[in-house]
DNA sequence: CAAAGCGGCGAAAACGTTTGAAAAGGTGAC
DNA sequence: GTCACCTTTTCAAACGTTTTCGCCGCTTTG
């Protein structure tokens, strides 16, 4: 590989000044920069990141940190979303990134350790329920600039999804499709769902309807399977719900298999929310009645906000922004009128 | 942070004896090895990644690179699924994963230099079109170590899913079920598309069922919306087929969402059968019949494929690894009798 | 005319490692 | 007592950068 030094020799100057002249210092003269770089062009250089990290300490590297019990990876399709919108922005801002965990090789490290092993600049971490983990909370209060996604830490800048307005479109939509039994299965305990929670509860108020605590269920997040299990349930009651909000969008697919094994059809005998909007949530038959996040902009939001800190460029407290959704009356939730 | 550097005068020996400690050279003796690690994990030391690879040009870094027309990126969920077979195995190994694409910051770098500026050991390579592309071309043939999936590039290794039998497996299915009337949408044109589309005619005349070209019509993966118009043109000609198999189950979503605005059911009044098993087709009603590719293993064989010729253990011609996957037999293709 | 200022450049140290060669220390053989 | 031979340890160079400081020569200023 051609280096800095090969240059050097080749325009017969110093490597100093072909350093400064490739990043645009100001103390090297017009000619002689552009002479250099043609001919570090010429030669094919590449800078060799790994020594100019060492040097600057900058690596350019975002670490991004996603932990579940169920670790399902890349394949939950709402995290792999929210991703691709952090990943869009920080490469559009010169940042590449890369996973973090805790088994490099054979040793494990902590999620701080490998962080600071790679030396990424900052790190952006979601959770869909841990983020109470040790290993979380360390990094999270360590020096490594972070943003959370759907979770504020004191200290570090945040990126929700504002869940209580999600809940609240949902729950009065319902409301007003004039469903006054309306069950929702709760994901795993966790700030988020506490929001959503009170949210529904306070809605179902506001509009009138009175909230059936048999109807208020706890499942769990992105598992098709015990949705399925307590969707059961709830038709069994004596008094079933006519509408039943469910965790999240990949959930409800565990409840709609439920109704069509007790051969019970959506919205004729029983309407369903979702909540996520992901793609497939769209070509569902019926189409799902959802809270479509924007998870593009609250990938990018975070990698915006991230990379602000790492520039230094907030003040005083990192700010928690806020990324609005829309409702989508898809044909999942049935007119059963007033 | 603490380095090498801060051990050796705690401990009272050089540096180098500490680089070998951490090391496991043989040339130091078990004591002061043992005391070193010690002392180093008292201290908290983390290796720092980029110096080490300054020095040995080896980063553990391990380059993903994903090319689509659509770049619909992380949210592609088979290639979501196969990422993560390959991370997963990855780290197992001890390996990082860096994503390479064609814009770091302001100025624009080809695949292969973005590779070489990040010094990554490796790189994967999984494109649903565009294997021609430039950029990968001088990627592959570059002295980058590089794995390709579903492609075969002379000098290095493969991992492609079986589609000649992955086609064969579906047809003969379809065949089987009594259909005579079989339509193809297939994909954009590529190497997959022609082997699948090859062994889909191959499979037809062997079952003793008549090619009707008209019924062969060229879509895109993974766009529904292009299945949904050619959805609509299969099943408006005059003599309209009994089966269509689509690209990929994604877009089958396009061509169910046509039937569903043409009033017709599947599999009452048309069968459907996908391509790829992503875990929403498990989720449709009726649940799709398609060919379930082993995404995991895929992934995971592409990365050991990878480090093994990193570790320059692969002699001579590096090997093509074929995955196969199964026929997932839903409830979207109806039997017709004989 | 001397002093000061400035633009342009180079010397050299430093970042944290790895690694081959050299040195030091010990042991046994002659 | 010398020599050879291990084993253990240290020296020092190297990897490719960035950056501080100082130098040189020129222009400006008082």
Redesign the pocket.
């Known amino acids: 590989?051609v280096?800095?030094?090969d240059i050097a020799s080749e325009c017969?100057?110093?490597?100093?000044?072909?350093?400064?002249a490739?990043?645009d210092?100001?103390?090297?003269?017009?000619?002689?920069?552009a002479m250099i770089r043609e001919t570090a062009k010429k030669m094919g250089?590449?800078?060799?990141s790994q020594?100019?990290a060492?040097?600057?300490n900058r690596t350019y590297n975002l670490g991004v940190l996603f932990v579940e019990r169920a670790s399902s990876g890349l394949t939950h399709s709402h995290f792999a979303a929210v991703l691709n919108g952090f990943k869009n922005e920080a490469e559009a801002n010169g940042y590449d990134i890369t996973f973090i965990n805790r088994s490099t090789g054979g040793n494990t490290m902590s999620y701080y350790e490998h962080c600071m092993f790679r030396g990424v600049d900052g790190v952006v971490v979601a959770c869909v329920d841990d983020f109470e983990d040790d290993g979380v909370t360390e990094l999270l209060h360590s020096k490594v600039p972070s943003v959370t996604i759907d979770y504020v830490s004191k200290g570090n800048p945040a990126v929700i999804s504002d869940n209580a307005h999600g809940m609240r479109m949902i729950a009065e939509y319902v409301c007003k499709m004039g469903h006054k039994k309306i069950a929702y299965i709760y994901g795993d305990t966790s700030k988020v769902t506490s929001i959503r929670l009170e949210s529904f509860r306070k809605t179902l108020e506001n509009m009138g309807v009175e909230v059936n605590e048999d109807y208020i269920v706890q499942g769990k997040y992105h598992d098709p399977e015990s949705t399925e299990r307590l969707t059961k349930e709830l038709v069994g009651l004596k008094d079933p719900p006519t509408c039943i909000i469910m965790p999240d969008d990949f959930s409800a697919l565990g409840g709609l298999t439920a109704l069509e094994k007790l051969g019970m059809s959506v919205p004729e005998d029983i309407s369903i929310a979702g909540y996520d909007g992901i793609t497939l949530a769209r070509f569902l038959h019926p189409r799902l009645t959802t809270y479509q996040q924007d998870t593009e902009r609250i990938g990018a939001e975070a990698a915006r906000q991230l990379i602000a800190m790492i520039r230094k460029e907030i003040p005083g407290e990192p700010p928690t922004v806020t990324v609005n959704g829309c409702l989508i009356k898809g044909s999942s939730v049935k007119y059963i009128g007033e």
């Open positions: 590989m280096s800095i030094k017969g100057v110093s490597i100093a000044t072909v350093s400064k490739l990043n210092h100001s103390d090297v003269s017009g000619s002689t920069k250089y590449l800078p060799n020594a100019r060492l040097k600057t």
